[in-house]
């Protein structure tokens, strides 16, 4: 279903280099998807030839390889172990920095004015950042630093061409088509032809669409992209059943399931570090050696590691059966009673970077599964 505000173009793929360029003159600073170390990350982007141009990707559980797509698609991956929460809500961020000087003290509380334009957001990920927005700033706490990180971004989001190996966004209702939340979208049409079907969903991507050359989309276009999502759709690498699952994983926490994902999990946080909407955080406070220094950091923890829920007395979580259950718990079942939605969007990032292949479709299904036998709560509540 398309957003009301959209309105919709062709353009050239040679037109990205344009696009590039006006958003750099509006005083953006551009990010976007590019090659470095064998995967596709997000980076500074300043001309088209540092996009992944002709590359796909190849991922199943517990591994991740790029190959060569033979064509010329800029966007013809799934997506790589970075999401943009690391430049909204980085893995390490300066809170602020206290200087003695002389007899007073000085405050830097690290604030800046950068202005992103994300290029190459994808359905999934776009959810994933209406997720964080309700974490950081829907609520009655609202974090300041994670406000003025989200304030003007321009969004470009790009419909996903092909599925990963572990995506399963249709089941969780957040792809594989962008419709809302860009300023905006791109659909990458090939074949006979190499264009974008261009669609603008605020006013800010009307103006920036404005000084694009293009033209108005006809039908056969639309129609077109459309073949594409669906295909997409149609072809998801992972699917999980969504019914009932927040009361599911609620009511069977002795489910001996857990004690057998235990017996595989690392605890090495790596799901936790690639999920896109995962927020937990720590502080830490330094200061140097000469007293005149004195520095609070925030830096991204998991719930996976031990000292998370340390308490007075000892951890909370002291087993990995327990520490598994509440990251999967939380994240299906009871994030919905806190931010009123899943916090998982089907990316299959936890699956892919999971050493040993950890898969969190495969283990709802088994859990589904014996409550199903023994005629447990698998289809009540939300």
Request: hydrophobic residues 35%; contains cysteine; aromatic residues 8%.
């Amino acid at each position: 279903m398309t957003h009301p505000d959209v309105e919709q173009a062709i353009m050239g793929a040679g037109e990205l280099e344009c696009l590039l360029a006006v958003l750099q003159s509006q005083g953006y600073q551009v990010l976007g998807p590019t090659v470095r170390d064998g995967a596709i990350v997000y980076d500074e982007i300043s001309r088209m030839d540092q996009l992944p141009r002709g590359v796909s990707d190849r991922q199943e559980a517990g591994r991740y390889r790029l190959e060569s797509r033979g064509d010329e698609a800029f966007f013809g991956y799934a997506v790589g172990p970075q999401s943009w929460k690391r430049f909204l809500h980085p893995p390490l961020e300066r809170l602020f920095q206290i200087r003695r000087k002389g007899e007073s003290l000085e405050l830097d509380d690290g604030r800046f004015a950068t202005r992103f334009a994300f290029l190459g957001v994808r359905a999934c990920e776009l959810r994933a950042i209406a997720i964080q927005d309700k974490v950081f700033a829907g609520g009655p706490y609202r974090d300041a630093a994670y406000q003025r990180r989200r304030q003007d971004n321009f969004i470009i989001a790009v419909n996903c061409a092909v599925a990963g190996g572990t995506c399963f966004c249709v089941s969780m209702g957040a792809g594989p088509k962008a419709d809302r939340g860009f300023d905006l979208a791109l659909t990458e049409l090939l074949g006979d032809r190499h264009e974008f079907l261009v669609e603008a969903g605020s006013t800010a991507g009307r103006d920036v669409l404005a000084r694009l050359k293009s033209r108005p989309a006809a039908a056969t276009d639309i129609d077109a992209a459309a073949a594409v999502s669906a295909g997409t759709a149609a072809n998801m690498g992972r699917t999980v059943d969504t019914e009932g699952i927040r009361s599911l994983l609620q009511d069977n926490p002795d489910h001996p399931r857990w004690e057998e994902v235990a017996d595989r999990c690392l605890s090495c946080a790596n799901c936790t570090m690639v999920c896109p909407t995962c927020f937990c955080t720590t502080i830490e406070d330094h200061s140097d050696l000469s007293n005149q220094v004195a520095t609070r950091e925030r830096k991204w923890d998991s719930c996976f590691t031990l000292d998370f829920s340390f308490i007075h007395g000892g951890s909370v979580r002291t087993q990995t059966r327990s520490r598994y259950r509440q990251w999967m718990t939380h994240k299906l079942s009871s994030w919905v009673d806190q931010f009123g939605t899943s916090g998982c969007v089907g990316c299959g990032r936890c699956i892919t970077w999971c050493p040993v292949g950890i898969d969190i479709t495969e283990e709802t299904a088994a859990i589904r599964a014996t409550a199903d036998a023994r005629g447990g709560a698998a289809h009540g509540g939300t």
